[in-house]
């Protein structure tokens, strides 16, 4: 009994080395579909009320109660050949004072805090280090508006939600030569005179393409809803003046055809720049920010006394 | 004397496991998943069945031990922990092992002893990510890390014959003779930019014993230096200039500016500007330039500047306008014409009519390839019919065959987003030209995040894709192929990445697994006849 199972068990080790050899002998990777693979483009149509939009939904940004404090999420990612560079950045806002940033930069960490006039870096090598001023002032809704010069030749993308908040998207795009010099922004004015100066750049600004995409909240809210809204924002609801100017300054807009108010947050911001770079083919850089959980009580920050600390434990 | 025996033989079975368990138990599982888990598992029940019934648990108990031991002083190891520190870790694992060793495992002194010895010797002599290469490769020589800092990852890498010796030579670029490491605590950067890097050519030459760095007196740098493929490591934020990687920002500027969320983009194409017409500077406005082609046909002396490409077909000049920023290689083409690669937002065939102008010929555009901008192109006849194909790496891996007519045909697609061509040189004892390629496991390790790609030569068949000659189950970056020793025979260079280590790899024809393999049935066979003789006890 105990010869046949030995047996039985020889043989089974028998296929087992087939199969070994098998394996470690070679294989194929047999080839998939052979086609191209065209790059699929949305359905778009004209989008006339963008510049509109894009102004709402900036001021709402700017002056509703509920995007004083947010979450943010983005990166810059780009792309050329097999190199691909990323930063990232996520966080809070609390508008007026400050924000936290969890950074990495070409896959190295950092942190930022800013609260008021106290700003702090974290790197792994130095721990938390008091800077002395900012360079770039806090401003979240800055740029957003230099997309006006070419908000008339915006098109609609089909709506989409964003976080199950429904969206309308919108999308620009331009001719990085042209994006350069009709942009009226500081950052752009300075950029010009380098431009200018360098032997090639024009040519690479005219073969560069943007294309940017926002997605603009389209929030309704029934009569009802918005005066409990007001109501748990200390707004006396009685007071008619007082429940419109709330409304006027939350920007919330009233449909008569659809007999809601609607809301127009900015929930992500996303911008493609296909740029030629020498040696190099063209690189493929994505600009992406999303913007959540508005006014969630859980979005705290320390204070600067707190901070300090740090530095001392650092020390 | 029997002490010695006993721990000798301790020994040799670890050794045994060791190997066994990196080239002949982690390929089946890479290759066939869970068929492979199924497989292993089943052999080692039969194998487990075969001990001795008393000596079944310290087997057992000595081979985990050993396995999970040499992973955790690897892990430390890897951890570039300081000496106290790594004494400090391994105690602790080396008195839980002996404690289990012992009090569980019943293991007698001399294989606790051998168990630990065996461990530690793991390192300095073979490390368990080293033991792959195994299967095909022998391990000529390594070097130290060439970079000392931690911004950057990897650096592109050429194997190409610089001094005209006949032996290729290493081109890459680090910094660790040029750059004293930095104190402990010491700050990296005190105003919170980023860190300049410096950063300098490294040509490493075969000196019959090791690759040593080339007296820079030797070669002309700026030419060797052209002769890496174009890199932007750090890519807005980090500017070649003067040997060194530069940064364009501070981390302060980075954040704060990012917070101003709408300027963002507008943020990231001026850094885009700075960088590219830093770059521009240098080479006078001249966005590529190749004297002469790698797959060199009568196309030289070309160049792209001003919007045009413009250069010599034989002794005859042309020129053509151009959006391409980027000379790939020269190319044959059916019927015996020559071609010129050009890479743009498009992938471009340049060639020559009947009256010798310059035509393109043929054009892959985004709209027929996704991520053309993240693709890397190779040329090479892989078909072995006299014209070349096109090798796009990328997550849509392709070999191209451009027809005439301007048509394309597609030979071979990729069915998994990771697969790369590195290089095409005769690897394998057939002579014949082999697709040196990182192919990805049956068994995805972190889906979506963490892909690991393996070193594979493949043969190209019009009938079953791509044929597999070797495998070796070692994940490897910038893997190039070039006669380091001057002995006919190519060797490979490579680095794994992260580690800024490069490594020359000897292929050797030697049956490693086969041979494991061999040893693994001699040794169940003298177990099983062992069993029928004296039963299970």
């Known amino acids: ?315 | 004397m029997s002490k010695l025996l006993s721990f000798s033989k301790w020994i040799l079975f670890a050794v045994y496991l060791y190997f066994t368990y990196h080239l002949l138990v982690t390929p089946l599982i890479l290759d066939l998943s869970y068929l492979g888990i199924i497989l292993v598992s089943g052999s080692l029940l039969l194998l487990i069945g075969t001990i001795p019934r008393r000596y079944r648990r310290q087997v057992l108990v000595f081979g985990i031990l050993f396995l999970l031991m040499d992973k955790s002083f690897y892990n430390m190891d890897k951890a570039e922990w300081s000496v106290w520190l790594l004494v400090l870790g391994a105690i602790p694992v080396i008195l839980l092992v002996a404690g289990i060793g012992k009090w569980y495992g019943k293991l007698p002194a001399t294989a606790l002893v051998a168990l630990i010895v065996a461990a530690l010797l793991t390192i300095p002599l073979m490390p368990r990510n080293e033991v792959p290469l195994l299967s095909h490769f022998m391990k000529k020589w390594t070097s130290e890390p060439l970079y000392t800092g931690k911004m950057f990852d990897y650096f592109p890498l050429a194997v190409q014959d610089v001094n005209g010796d006949g032996k290729d030579e290493i081109i890459t670029l680090g910094n660790v003779d040029e750059t004293e490491p930095l104190a402990e605590g010491e700050q990296e950067d005190k105003d919170y930019r980023l860190p300049t890097e410096p950063i300098y050519l490294y040509v490493l030459a075969w000196n019959g014993k090791a690759m040593e760095r080339l007296d820079e007196d030797s070669y002309d740098p700026n030419e060797i230096g052209n002769r890496l493929p174009k890199d932007d490591p750090g890519f807005p934020y980090y500017v070649w200039s003067d040997n060194a990687l530069r940064p364009t920002i501070s981390r302060q500027e980075l954040a704060e500016g990012m917070l101003q969320f709408g300027t963002a983009p507008f943020r990231a194409m001026a850094l885009n500007i700075e960088n590219i017409s830093e770059q521009l500077k240098q080479s006078g406005g001249v966005l590529d330039a190749a004297d002469q082609l790698e797959h060199g046909n009568g196309f030289h002396d070309i160049r792209i500047e001003n919007g045009n490409v413009s250069g010599y077909i034989h002794d005859h000049y042309f020129e053509l306008p151009t959006t391409a920023t980027t000379i790939v290689d020269g190319i044959r083409l059916p019927e015996g014409k020559e071609g010129l690669l050009l890479l743009g937002n498009d992938l471009e065939i340049l060639t020559h009519d009947s009256e010798g102008n310059p035509v393109i010929s043929h054009r892959l555009t985004r709209q027929m390839l996704k991520n053309v901008a993240a693709s890397e192109f190779s040329v090479a006849d892989a078909d072995g019919d006299g014209a070349d194909e096109i090798l796009v790496s990328s997550s849509y891996s392709r070999i191209f065959k451009p027809l005439t007519g301007g048509e394309w045909d597609i030979l071979w697609t990729a069915t998994d987003t990771n697969f790369r061509f590195e290089d095409v040189a005769s690897i394998s004892d057939t002579n014949r030209e082999e697709l040196i390629s990182l192919s990805e496991s049956e068994v995805i390790i972190h889906p979506d995040r963490f892909h690991l790609r393996f070193l594979t030569g493949y043969e190209y068949d019009p009938e079953q894709g791509l044929k597999r000659n070797w495998r070796s189950f070692i994940s490897l970056i910038n893997v190039r192929a070039g006669d380091i020793d001057g002995d006919g025979d190519n060797e490979l260079v490579a680095s794994i990445y992260k580690t800024h280590r490069i490594y020359v790899l000897e292929r050797h024809h030697l049956p490693v697994q086969a041979t494991l393999l061999i040893t693994t049935i001699i040794l169940a066979g003298y177990a099983i006849t062992r069993r029928i003789r004296y039963g299970a006890s």
């Open chain 1, 1 to 315: 009994m105990a010869h046949r199972n030995i047996f039985r068990r020889s043989r089974n080790i028998s296929v087992m080395i087939a199969v070994f050899m098998l394996v470690l002998t070679g294989c194929t990777y047999p080839s998939g579909e052979k086609v191209f693979q065209p790059t699929e483009s949305p359905d778009t149509r004209p989008a006339e009320d963008a510049s509109q939009m894009l102004s709402i939904a900036v001021e709402t940004m700017e002056h509703a109660d509920v995007a004083q404090k947010f979450w943010y999420s983005g990166w810059v990612a780009s792309h050329i050949q097999k190199r691909q560079v990323n930063s990232m950045f996520d966080g809070v806002v609390v508008r007026p004072h400050g924000y936290l940033v969890n950074a990495r930069v070409n896959a190295n960490p950092y942190r930022y805090y800013k609260w008021d006039d106290h700003y702090y870096l974290y790197t792994e090598k130095s721990g938390w280090v008091k800077l002395e001023k900012e360079e770039v002032p806090m401003d979240p809704l800055a740029g957003f508006e230099w997309w006006q010069p070419f908000a008339d030749r915006a098109v609609r993308l089909p709506d989409e939600p964003i976080l199950s908040k429904n969206c309308r998207v919108y999308q620009i795009e331009a001719n990085g030569q042209e994006w350069v010099e009709l942009s009226a922004n500081p950052l752009f004015e300075e950029i010009r005179s380098r431009v200018q100066e360098t032997d090639g750049m024009e040519h690479i600004l005219q073969n560069t393409t943007v294309k940017m995409t926002l997605w603009i909240g389209d929030e309704s809210y029934t009569r009802e809803q918005v005066e409990d809204w007001a109501a748990k924002n200390d707004v006396d609801t009685d007071n008619q003046e007082e429940l419109d100017q709330w409304i006027e300054r939350n920007r919330l807009i009233w449909n008569e055809a659809e007999q809601v108010y609607k809301h127009h947050l900015i929930y992500q911001y996303e911008t493609w720049i296909n740029m030629p770079v020498p040696s190099a083919g063209y690189m493929d850089q994505q600009t992406f920010f999303r913007f959540y959980k508005f006014d969630d009580p859980g979005i705290k920050m320390k204070s600067p006394a707190e901070m300090e600390a740090y530095l001392d434990d650092e020390a």
